[in-house]
Protein backbone atom coordinates (compact mmCIF):
# COMPACT_ATOMS: atom_id res chain seq x y z
CA UNK A 1 0.00 0.00 0.00
CA UNK A 2 2.62 2.33 0.78
CA UNK A 3 3.96 1.85 -2.58
CA UNK A 4 1.34 2.58 -4.40
CA UNK A 5 1.81 5.70 -5.75
CA UNK A 6 6.25 5.52 -5.84
CA UNK A 7 7.33 5.84 -9.05
CA UNK A 8 11.03 5.31 -8.43
CA UNK A 9 11.64 2.80 -5.36
CA UNK A 10 15.11 2.16 -4.22
CA UNK A 11 15.06 -1.23 -2.01
CA UNK A 12 18.14 -2.51 -0.13
CA UNK A 13 19.34 -5.59 0.82
CA UNK A 14 21.88 -6.79 3.32
CA UNK A 15 24.44 -9.04 3.23
CA UNK A 16 22.59 -11.57 5.60
CA UNK A 17 20.00 -12.01 3.09
CA UNK A 18 21.64 -13.30 0.51
CA UNK A 19 23.87 -15.94 2.91
CA UNK A 20 22.06 -17.74 5.77
CA UNK A 21 24.08 -18.39 8.79
CA UNK A 22 25.86 -21.62 7.54
CA UNK A 23 27.03 -19.79 4.24
CA UNK A 24 24.61 -21.51 2.02
CA UNK A 25 23.60 -18.91 -0.96
CA UNK A 26 19.65 -18.46 0.08
CA UNK A 27 18.64 -19.00 -4.15
CA UNK A 28 15.15 -19.33 -3.16
CA UNK A 29 14.63 -16.37 -1.77
CA UNK A 30 16.28 -14.19 -4.17
CA UNK A 31 14.14 -15.82 -7.07
CA UNK A 32 11.29 -14.84 -5.03
CA UNK A 33 12.42 -11.31 -4.54
CA UNK A 34 13.33 -11.01 -8.41
CA UNK A 35 9.64 -11.50 -8.86
CA UNK A 36 8.58 -9.04 -6.55
CA UNK A 37 10.73 -6.70 -8.56
CA UNK A 38 8.99 -7.68 -11.80
CA UNK A 39 5.02 -7.16 -10.20
CA UNK A 40 7.16 -3.68 -9.44
CA UNK A 41 8.14 -3.24 -13.13
CA UNK A 42 4.73 -4.02 -14.05
CA UNK A 43 3.15 -1.79 -12.83
CA UNK A 44 5.36 0.81 -14.28
CA UNK A 45 7.79 1.89 -10.96
CA UNK A 46 11.28 2.26 -12.05
CA UNK A 47 13.30 -0.22 -9.47
CA UNK A 48 17.09 0.28 -7.96
CA UNK A 49 18.62 -2.74 -5.95
CA UNK A 50 21.24 -1.91 -3.91
CA UNK A 51 23.36 -4.88 -2.49
CA UNK A 52 25.02 -5.86 0.16
CA UNK A 53 27.04 -9.12 -0.45
CA UNK A 54 30.23 -8.20 -1.55
CA UNK A 55 32.33 -9.10 1.13
CA UNK A 56 30.67 -11.77 2.64
CA UNK A 57 30.66 -13.90 -0.45
CA UNK A 58 34.28 -13.02 -1.54
CA UNK A 59 35.18 -14.84 1.67
CA UNK A 60 32.57 -17.61 1.19
CA UNK A 61 34.32 -18.15 -2.22
CA UNK A 62 37.82 -17.47 -0.68
CA UNK A 63 37.07 -19.51 2.92
CA UNK A 64 37.70 -16.67 4.95
CA UNK A 65 36.27 -15.27 8.15
CA UNK A 66 34.93 -11.60 7.93
CA UNK A 67 35.45 -10.69 11.86
CA UNK A 68 38.90 -11.23 11.30
CA UNK A 69 39.50 -8.90 8.32
CA UNK A 70 41.47 -5.94 8.08
CA UNK A 71 40.44 -3.03 5.55
CA UNK A 72 43.00 -3.52 3.04
CA UNK A 73 42.26 -7.48 2.66
CA UNK A 74 38.79 -6.89 2.92
CA UNK A 75 39.02 -4.50 -0.10
CA UNK A 76 40.60 -7.14 -1.81
CA UNK A 77 38.15 -10.11 -1.33
CA UNK A 78 35.24 -7.43 -2.22
CA UNK A 79 36.61 -7.46 -5.57
CA UNK A 80 36.60 -11.12 -6.21
CA UNK A 81 32.46 -11.00 -3.97
CA UNK A 82 31.45 -8.42 -6.34
CA UNK A 83 31.95 -10.78 -9.27
CA UNK A 84 30.12 -14.06 -6.78
CA UNK A 85 27.82 -11.42 -6.17
CA UNK A 86 26.75 -9.92 -10.16
CA UNK A 87 26.85 -13.48 -11.05
CA UNK A 88 24.33 -14.25 -8.38
CA UNK A 89 21.75 -12.05 -8.99
CA UNK A 90 22.41 -12.15 -12.88
CA UNK A 91 22.01 -16.13 -13.19
CA UNK A 92 19.08 -15.76 -10.74
CA UNK A 93 16.94 -12.13 -12.23
CA UNK A 94 17.37 -13.79 -16.29
CA UNK A 95 15.16 -16.82 -14.86
CA UNK A 96 12.31 -14.71 -15.23
CA UNK A 97 13.65 -12.72 -18.00
CA UNK A 98 15.34 -9.57 -15.70
CA UNK A 99 18.06 -7.39 -17.12
CA UNK A 100 20.51 -6.31 -14.32
CA UNK A 101 23.47 -4.21 -14.23
CA UNK A 102 25.79 -3.00 -11.66
CA UNK A 103 27.07 0.49 -10.32
CA UNK A 104 29.50 0.59 -8.13
CA UNK A 105 29.80 4.13 -6.40
CA UNK A 106 31.89 6.28 -3.46
CA UNK A 107 31.66 8.32 -1.03
CA UNK A 108 33.04 10.73 -2.97
CA UNK A 109 30.73 10.40 -5.91
CA UNK A 110 27.53 11.06 -3.81
CA UNK A 111 28.88 14.43 -2.93
CA UNK A 112 30.47 15.86 -5.08
CA UNK A 113 28.04 17.81 -7.51
CA UNK A 114 29.04 16.76 -10.71
CA UNK A 115 29.34 13.29 -10.08
CA UNK A 116 26.14 12.68 -8.89
CA UNK A 117 24.43 14.48 -11.38
CA UNK A 118 26.42 12.04 -13.65
CA UNK A 119 25.21 9.13 -11.80
CA UNK A 120 20.79 10.12 -12.02
CA UNK A 121 21.82 10.45 -15.61
CA UNK A 122 23.21 6.92 -15.64
CA UNK A 123 20.38 5.84 -13.71
CA UNK A 124 17.78 7.60 -15.87
CA UNK A 125 19.33 5.91 -18.95
CA UNK A 126 19.45 2.23 -17.52
CA UNK A 127 15.35 2.71 -16.95
CA UNK A 128 15.12 4.02 -20.02
CA UNK A 129 17.00 0.66 -21.49
CA UNK A 130 14.89 -1.25 -19.06
CA UNK A 131 18.15 -2.45 -17.05
CA UNK A 132 17.94 -2.40 -13.25
CA UNK A 133 20.86 -1.11 -11.69
CA UNK A 134 22.15 -2.81 -8.91
CA UNK A 135 24.01 -0.59 -6.71
CA UNK A 136 27.72 -1.44 -4.34
CA UNK A 137 29.71 0.96 -2.33
CA UNK A 138 32.64 0.54 -4.71
CA UNK A 139 34.33 -1.48 -1.46
CA UNK A 140 38.07 -1.83 -3.38
CA UNK A 141 39.22 1.61 -3.64
CA UNK A 142 36.99 3.57 -0.42
CA UNK A 143 39.79 4.38 2.09
CA UNK A 144 38.33 4.49 5.88
CA UNK A 145 37.79 8.07 5.96
CA UNK A 146 35.72 8.46 2.33
CA UNK A 147 34.20 5.28 3.00
CA UNK A 148 30.35 4.55 3.71
CA UNK A 149 31.16 1.20 5.21
CA UNK A 150 26.83 0.73 5.17
CA UNK A 151 24.74 0.45 2.58
CA UNK A 152 21.47 2.02 4.57
CA UNK A 153 23.42 5.64 3.97
CA UNK A 154 24.36 4.78 0.67
CA UNK A 155 21.14 3.71 -0.54
CA UNK A 156 19.33 6.58 0.91
CA UNK A 157 21.84 8.97 -0.71
CA UNK A 158 21.32 7.24 -3.93
CA UNK A 159 17.41 7.68 -3.42
CA UNK A 160 17.89 11.52 -3.06
CA UNK A 161 19.76 11.80 -6.29
CA UNK A 162 17.01 9.56 -7.79
CA UNK A 163 14.54 11.76 -6.89
CA UNK A 164 13.10 8.14 -5.54
CA UNK A 165 9.46 8.21 -3.81
CA UNK A 166 10.25 5.35 -1.17
CA UNK A 167 13.50 3.46 0.36
CA UNK A 168 12.94 -0.09 1.64
CA UNK A 169 15.54 -1.44 4.02
CA UNK A 170 15.07 -5.23 4.11
CA UNK A 171 17.39 -6.61 7.11
CA UNK A 172 16.82 -9.22 9.76
CA UNK A 173 14.70 -6.74 11.55
CA UNK A 174 10.68 -6.23 11.63
CA UNK A 175 11.65 -2.43 12.56
CA UNK A 176 11.86 0.11 15.05
CA UNK A 177 10.70 -1.27 18.40
CA UNK A 178 9.86 0.84 21.35
CA UNK A 179 11.96 -1.25 23.63
CA UNK A 180 14.73 -3.45 22.56
CA UNK A 181 12.97 -6.72 21.75
CA UNK A 182 15.41 -9.07 22.66
CA UNK A 183 15.59 -8.08 25.95
CA UNK A 184 11.77 -6.91 26.16
CA UNK A 185 9.07 -8.80 25.98
CA UNK A 186 6.66 -5.73 26.10
CA UNK A 187 8.84 -4.30 23.01
CA UNK A 188 6.12 -2.99 20.60
CA UNK A 189 7.15 -2.40 16.84
CA UNK A 190 6.86 1.30 15.66
CA UNK A 191 4.62 1.19 12.38
CA UNK A 192 5.06 4.78 11.40
CA UNK A 193 7.59 7.70 12.41
CA UNK A 194 6.13 10.99 11.06
CA UNK A 195 8.44 13.41 13.21
CA UNK A 196 11.81 11.59 13.20
CA UNK A 197 13.61 13.91 14.94
CA UNK A 198 11.21 14.00 17.87
CA UNK A 199 10.00 10.56 18.07
CA UNK A 200 13.51 8.96 17.76
CA UNK A 201 14.64 11.30 20.94
CA UNK A 202 11.35 9.37 22.85
CA UNK A 203 12.66 6.24 21.55
CA UNK A 204 15.87 6.51 22.65
CA UNK A 205 15.67 7.95 26.14
CA UNK A 206 13.28 4.56 26.66
CA UNK A 207 16.20 3.17 26.06
CA UNK A 208 16.82 1.54 22.76
CA UNK A 209 20.04 3.15 22.25
CA UNK A 210 21.75 -0.37 22.49
CA UNK A 211 19.49 -2.09 20.15
CA UNK A 212 21.33 -3.17 17.11
CA UNK A 213 24.29 -1.08 17.68
CA UNK A 214 25.47 0.20 14.39
CA UNK A 215 22.77 -1.45 12.53
CA UNK A 216 19.63 0.66 13.66
CA UNK A 217 21.91 3.42 13.47
CA UNK A 218 22.64 3.73 10.13
CA UNK A 219 19.24 2.99 9.39
CA UNK A 220 18.21 6.26 11.57
CA UNK A 221 20.96 7.94 9.73
CA UNK A 222 19.51 6.84 6.48
CA UNK A 223 16.15 7.61 7.26
CA UNK A 224 16.79 11.32 8.23
CA UNK A 225 18.67 11.79 4.80
CA UNK A 226 15.53 10.10 2.96
CA UNK A 227 13.33 12.79 5.50
CA UNK A 228 14.87 15.60 4.24
CA UNK A 229 14.49 14.63 0.24
CA UNK A 230 11.21 13.98 0.64
CA UNK A 231 11.47 10.27 -0.02
CA UNK A 232 9.51 7.88 2.10
CA UNK A 233 11.70 5.08 4.11
CA UNK A 234 10.66 1.48 5.19
CA UNK A 235 12.31 -0.83 7.13
CA UNK A 236 11.33 -4.38 7.01
CA UNK A 237 12.11 -7.91 7.88
CA UNK A 238 13.55 -9.37 4.25
CA UNK A 239 14.16 -13.22 5.43
CA UNK A 240 11.03 -14.23 4.18
CA UNK A 241 9.74 -15.26 0.51
CA UNK A 242 9.11 -12.45 -1.50
CA UNK A 243 9.46 -9.73 0.96
CA UNK A 244 8.17 -6.65 -0.85
CA UNK A 245 4.85 -8.24 -1.39
CA UNK A 246 4.78 -9.22 2.21
CA UNK A 247 5.14 -5.82 2.65
CA UNK A 248 2.01 -4.46 0.83
CA UNK A 249 0.09 -7.40 2.24
CA UNK A 250 0.56 -7.69 5.99
CA UNK A 251 1.81 -3.92 6.82
CA UNK A 252 4.51 -5.01 9.53
CA UNK A 253 7.34 -2.40 9.06
CA UNK A 254 8.38 0.88 10.10
CA UNK A 255 7.06 3.48 8.19
CA UNK A 256 9.10 7.12 8.11
CA UNK A 257 7.15 9.72 6.41
CA UNK A 258 8.96 12.30 5.00
CA UNK A 259 7.59 15.70 5.57
CA UNK A 260 7.29 17.10 1.49
CA UNK A 261 10.02 18.73 0.63
CA UNK A 262 10.10 22.16 -0.84
CA UNK A 263 13.95 22.06 -1.26
CA UNK A 264 15.41 21.93 -4.81
CA UNK A 265 17.85 19.21 -6.09
CA UNK A 266 20.45 21.71 -5.22
CA UNK A 267 19.79 22.17 -1.47
CA UNK A 268 18.12 18.86 -0.94
CA UNK A 269 22.32 17.37 -1.89
CA UNK A 270 23.46 20.33 0.23
CA UNK A 271 21.67 19.46 3.31
CA UNK A 272 21.81 15.68 3.15
CA UNK A 273 25.41 15.59 2.75
CA UNK A 274 27.25 13.16 4.88
CA UNK A 275 30.73 14.50 5.28
CA UNK A 276 30.32 17.83 6.19
CA UNK A 277 34.12 18.92 6.06
CA UNK A 278 33.64 21.91 8.99
CA UNK A 279 31.82 24.68 11.02
CA UNK A 280 31.63 27.86 11.10
CA UNK A 281 30.13 29.83 14.57
CA UNK A 282 28.05 32.69 13.94
CA UNK A 283 26.56 35.59 15.76
CA UNK A 284 22.75 36.04 16.70
CA UNK A 285 22.62 39.03 14.32
CA UNK A 286 23.85 36.82 11.13
CA UNK A 287 21.95 33.73 12.37
CA UNK A 288 18.59 36.24 12.09
CA UNK A 289 19.77 37.63 8.56
CA UNK A 290 20.45 33.66 7.54
CA UNK A 291 16.60 32.66 9.06
CA UNK A 292 15.41 35.43 7.14
CA UNK A 293 16.72 34.46 3.54
CA UNK A 294 20.13 36.08 3.34
CA UNK A 295 23.74 35.12 2.93
CA UNK A 296 26.53 34.53 5.26
CA UNK A 297 28.97 37.35 5.61
CA UNK A 298 32.29 37.41 7.17
CA UNK A 299 31.45 40.34 9.90
CA UNK A 300 29.13 37.82 11.38
CA UNK A 301 31.39 34.72 11.78
CA UNK A 302 32.96 34.02 15.80
CA UNK A 303 34.94 31.00 14.94
CA UNK A 304 36.00 28.66 12.10
CA UNK A 305 36.37 24.95 12.99
CA UNK A 306 37.75 21.91 10.45
CA UNK A 307 40.11 22.46 7.12
CA UNK A 308 38.01 22.84 4.37
CA UNK A 309 38.03 24.13 0.74
CA UNK A 310 36.01 26.78 -1.28
CA UNK A 311 33.20 24.46 -2.18
CA UNK A 312 32.65 22.03 0.53
CA UNK A 313 29.89 21.02 2.54
CA UNK A 314 30.26 22.83 6.61
CA UNK A 315 27.81 23.26 8.99
CA UNK A 316 26.87 26.58 10.47
CA UNK A 317 26.09 26.68 14.04
CA UNK A 318 24.93 29.73 16.51
CA UNK A 319 26.61 29.95 19.49
CA UNK A 320 25.07 27.95 21.50
CA UNK A 321 26.41 25.28 19.55
CA UNK A 322 22.59 24.20 18.14
CA UNK A 323 23.17 23.54 14.01
CA UNK A 324 21.17 25.56 11.95
CA UNK A 325 22.06 25.46 8.80
CA UNK A 326 24.25 23.83 6.26
CA UNK A 327 25.89 25.40 2.77
CA UNK A 328 28.74 25.75 0.56
CA UNK A 329 32.01 27.59 1.60
CA UNK A 330 33.05 29.45 -0.99
CA UNK A 331 35.97 30.19 1.15
CA UNK A 332 38.65 27.94 2.42
CA UNK A 333 39.19 27.53 6.35
CA UNK A 334 42.43 28.86 6.03
CA UNK A 335 40.79 32.45 4.34
CA UNK A 336 37.79 32.48 6.84
CA UNK A 337 40.53 32.36 9.67
CA UNK A 338 41.90 35.86 8.19
CA UNK A 339 38.94 37.36 7.22
CA UNK A 340 36.03 36.34 9.83
CA UNK A 341 34.69 39.20 11.73
CA UNK A 342 35.65 41.79 9.09
CA UNK A 343 33.27 44.05 7.04
CA UNK A 344 32.89 42.59 3.25
CA UNK A 345 34.78 45.45 1.73
CA UNK A 346 38.32 44.67 3.34
CA UNK A 347 38.07 41.02 2.36
CA UNK A 348 39.88 41.87 -1.45
CA UNK A 349 42.91 43.79 1.10
CA UNK A 350 43.66 40.93 3.50
CA UNK A 351 43.21 38.41 1.23
CA UNK A 352 45.29 40.31 -1.45
CA UNK A 353 43.03 39.58 -4.37
CA UNK A 354 39.30 40.21 -5.45
CA UNK A 355 37.09 37.25 -4.37
CA UNK A 356 32.57 36.91 -3.29
CA UNK A 357 31.68 39.31 -0.62
CA UNK A 358 29.47 36.49 0.93
CA UNK A 359 31.49 33.60 2.33
CA UNK A 360 28.11 31.09 2.22
CA UNK A 361 25.80 32.17 -0.84
CA UNK A 362 22.10 31.67 0.17
CA UNK A 363 21.56 30.07 -2.71
CA UNK A 364 24.22 27.39 -1.61
CA UNK A 365 22.93 27.52 1.68
CA UNK A 366 19.76 25.74 3.41
CA UNK A 367 18.26 26.33 6.95
CA UNK A 368 17.56 23.36 9.09
N1 LIG B 1 29.52 -3.02 0.71
C1 LIG B 1 29.60 -4.12 1.64
C2 LIG B 1 29.58 -5.46 0.90
O1 LIG B 1 29.13 -5.53 -0.22
C3 LIG B 1 28.47 -4.16 2.62
C4 LIG B 1 28.19 -2.97 3.48
C5 LIG B 1 26.97 -3.23 4.36
O2 LIG B 1 26.84 -4.37 4.86
O3 LIG B 1 26.13 -2.36 4.56
O4 LIG B 1 29.97 -6.44 1.45
Redesign the pocket.
Known sequence: MHLKNSKVVVIKI??SLLVDNTRKIRKKWLLSFAKDIKKLKSKNKKVIIVS?????LGCKKMNYKKANLKLDKSQAI?SV?QIELMNLFSQIFSKIGLNISQILLTLEDTEERRRSINAKRTFENLFDLDYIPVV??N?TIATSEIKY????RLASRVAQITNADTLILLSDVDGLFTKNPKIFKDAQLIKKIEHIENEIKDIYIKGVTEFGKGGMNTKIEAAKICNLAGCNMIIANGLYLNPINRIEKNNNCTLFVSKISKLDARKKWIISSVSPKGELTIDDGAKKALINGKSLLAAGIKKVSGKFNKGDHIKIIDIKNNEFARGLSSFSSDEIVKILGCHSKEIEKILGYISKSEVVHKDDMVTI
Not at 149 to 152: A, E, I, L, R, V
Open positions: GSSGAIAAGNEDGDND
